[in-house]
């Protein structure tokens, strides 16, 4: 049996290595996608950690092609999401460590250490965020915020992004752009905001901040109303209820009527 604390520990421990400087920057395919020095030094301290906590576990993580599933156990690992803001010293950035069994998430922990935010949950436990229990807010979607993005590594997505974004706009109070899915997914499961919509993210996106989300009383769901993969790309509508999850999710099949990747 994990012990939450254990993977809160050792996200601490890797927390030093996304240093202030001193890091380089490469980009991976396109301009919008970097990798810096220290996604790598993080995602190698965790595997090897993280490895010695639970023998025999398997890892999907973002950088360097880690997919070795199939295992009882795996980590879902994005060593920095949010690895603009980190690079230009922006605090929207955080290592996100979730735990799957069979494929179920059990435990997911995102570490936000420039914003000074530890969140964490195990399945059926509730959400924490630096041990304080956090909970989603109960605004109507008329009164919701949007977090969202343009599909910033898929630009032909843009226009259909921006018109699913302009309707929910118009029917709710305001959006988002903070640049870290894990990070957002989080101040969504503690209140600060009440809707989602991305195009296409990676399991390593959301993996433990949709258990965080979900366990905080949220709801997440993929284009077609299920569980997103925790294993292929997926497009995320989330909401800190089912009612309004359902309504972004019919805005959303307004604008397409299959998922364009
Ligand atoms: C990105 C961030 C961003 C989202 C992108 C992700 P990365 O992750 O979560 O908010 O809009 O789709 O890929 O590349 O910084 O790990
Ligand atoms: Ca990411
Ligand atoms: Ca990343």
Redesign the pocket.
Same mark, same amino acid.
């Given at each position: 049996m994990i012990d939450i604390e254990d993977i809160i520990s050792i996200a601490k421990e890797a927390a030093p290595l996304m240093s202030r400087e001193g890091f380089s920057v490469e980009e991976k395919g396109t301009v919008e996608n970097i990798v810096t020095t220290s $996604?790598i030094a993080v995602q190698d301290f965790l595997t090897d950690r993280l490895s010695k906590l639970l023998p025999g576990s398997g890892f999907l993580c973002?950088e360097e092609d880690v997919a070795d599933l199939g295992h009882e156990y795996v980590w879902i690992i $994005?060593?920095? $999401?949010g690895?603009a803001n980190y690079a230009r010293g922006n605090a929207n950035c955080c290592i996100s460590i979730a735990l799957v069994k069979n494929w179920r998430p059990v435990a997911g922990v995102v570490y936000s250490p420039w914003r000074g935010e530890l969140y964490s949950a195990q399945a059926g436990q509730g959400a924490f965020c630096n041990g304080r229990p956090i909970h989603v807010s109960g605004r109507p979607f008329k009164e919701g915020i949007l977090f969202t993005a343009m599909s910033t590594y898929r630009k032909e997505f843009a226009k259909t992004c921006s018109g699913i974004i302009y309707d929910i706009y118009m029917d709710s109070n305001d959006f988002r752009r903070t640049g870290s899915a894990a990070v957002e997914l989080c101040l969504m499961a503690a209140g600060m905001a009440e809707l989602y919509f991305e195009m296409r993210l990676m399991p390593w996106d959301y993996a433990a901040a949709s258990l965080i989300l979900c366990e905080a009383g949220g709801a997440i769901c993929d284009f077609d109303g299920k569980a997103p993969s925790l294993t292929r790309p997926s497009l995320i509508i989330a909401a800190n209820n089912g009612e309004n999850c359902r309504r972004i999710l019919d805005i959303v099949h307004c604008h397409m009527d299959r998922i364009p990747y």
């Open positions: $996604d973002e $994005d060593p920095i $999401d690895t």
